[in-house]
């Protein structure tokens, strides 16, 4: 069972940057897709990005497609979630998560593991 702890979120103005981390323990995580999704306030969790367990494959949201960047080290077992130019409506819990399945790769449902969240605030 792969466990999943996000870190790097906070407050940052519009037009700024941040890198999000999502470490993973417990099992193999470099066996495992995974990928990002943020939920905010009052909305719906939503896809952002996804990449495959050997890391040479990624699909994103046509939202954040240009400004978010998936990336993984599968020996630190670290994700990463890069995030450029960020807009206000980018407020929102993230979350990482894991799953041995690649097919629907956006949809939250294929995803059995889940990390706790960080919070991102984006300020106009």
């Known amino acids: 069972q792969v466990q999943l702890v996000e870190s790097g979120g906070g407050s940052v103005q519009a037009g700024g940057s941040l890198r999000l981390s999502c470490a993973a323990s417990?099992?193999?995580?470099?066996?495992?897709?995974a990928a990002w999704f943020r939920q905010p306030p009052g909305k719906e969790r939503e896809f952002l990005g996804a990449?495959?367990?050997?890391?040479?494959?990624?699909n994103y949201a046509d939202s954040v497609t240009g400004r978010f960047t998936v990336s993984r080290d599968s020996v630190k077992q670290i994700m990463y979630l890069q995030m450029h130019t960020l807009k206000p409506e980018g407020t929102a819990v993230y979350y990482c998560?894991?799953?041995?399945?690649?097919?629907?790769?956006?949809?939250?449902?294929?995803?059995?593991?889940w990390g706790q969240g960080t919070q991102v605030t984006v300020s106009s």
């Open positions: 998560a894991a799953s041995p399945t690649w097919a629907d790769s956006w949809s939250s449902y294929v995803y059995h593991n």
């Open positions: 417990g099992g193999i995580f470099s066996r495992h897709n």
């Open positions: 990449i495959n367990y050997s890391g040479d494959n990624t």
